[in-house]
């Protein structure tokens, strides 16, 4: 597989210390508090697995890692610097060059290309037309894709359109790579491909690994384990 450290970025694994985290949502029924003061470390370049029944708190728990929640109760610090103390601008670029978010349902642009989906991810971070035409294209031989460039997501397998995902959570070299299912929607082979892609990718880029999975023999690969219950670790 290609590379991806032709970026003159060297990217490293960003640790992660999350104390005391809570989550609320309002509801007509009430408040609802799913998350119950988790504690959590994840050391630099680790490698944590996310497991737990559905409802348990799992993609809340990520979204408030990944900023796209606000944060209610306790603390998140990646590589020491508190999420809480971000401002709208840093928490936008915490969060398009710092993480990387593959979601279960891919959250790809319908209407552009394979490329053009990665090239997206690239033109947000200021990357010039050229060098993000050739960046994109290394992404999409990095994980086996090149000749699918054109095709539109839903031309495009389950497993192709997980791998052109991952191509562009990797865009802007993260430190951190967030997979909240990845591998949910896809058969045993595909999954297979989906999860070495993420594991490779960790071990030659140095990033920062957490998976949401619900499948054990995906879950048993992770250097940590954790599983959550109704917002509590287990
Ligand atoms: N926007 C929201 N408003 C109110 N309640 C919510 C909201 N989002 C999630 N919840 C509730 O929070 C709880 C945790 O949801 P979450 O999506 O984090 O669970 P999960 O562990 O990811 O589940 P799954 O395995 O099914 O994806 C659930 O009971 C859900 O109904
Ligand atoms: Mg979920």
Redesign the pocket.
């Known amino acids: 597989m290609p590379s991806l450290d032709s970026d003159t970025r060297t990217a490293r694994g960003a640790a992660i210390r999350i104390t005391g985290l809570t989550h609320t949502?309002?509801?007509a029924d009430g408040d609802?508090t799913?998350l119950h003061g988790l504690d959590l470390d994840v050391p630099a370049g680790g490698y944590l697995a996310l497991t737990?029944?559905?409802?348990?708190?799992?993609?809340?728990?990520l979204?408030l890692l990944g900023g796209l929640e606000p944060l209610q109760g306790g603390d998140i610090r990646v590589d020491g610097e508190s999420l809480t103390e971000l401002s709208g601008d840093a928490l936008a670029a915490y969060r398009r060059q710092t993480l990387g978010f593959v979601f279960q349902h891919y959250g790809l642009v319908a209407v552009l290309s394979a490329q053009e989906n990665v090239e997206l991810a690239l033109a947000l971070s200021g990357v010039d037309r050229v060098a993000r035409r050739r960046r994109a294209r290394e992404l999409l031989d990095a994980v086996g894709l090149l000749d699918r460039a054109e095709h539109r997501p839903p031309a495009l397998s389950g497993g192709e359109r997980q791998r052109v995902a991952i191509a562009r959570a990797m865009a802007n070299g993260p430190r951190l790579l967030l997979a909240?299912?990845p591998t949910g929607n896809l058969d045993e082979d595909a999954a297979r491909t989906v999860l070495t892609l993420l594991e490779s990718l960790r071990t030659s880029h140095g990033c920062t690994l957490l998976i949401?999975t619900?499948n054990p023999s995906v879950a048993a690969r992770g250097e940590q384990q954790r599983r959550?219950v109704a917002?509590r670790w287990a």
Do not use: I, N, R
């Open positions: 949502y309002p509801t609802l799913v737990g029944p559905s409802g348990a708190g799992k993609s809340t728990f979204s909240d299912e949401v619900h959550m917002g």
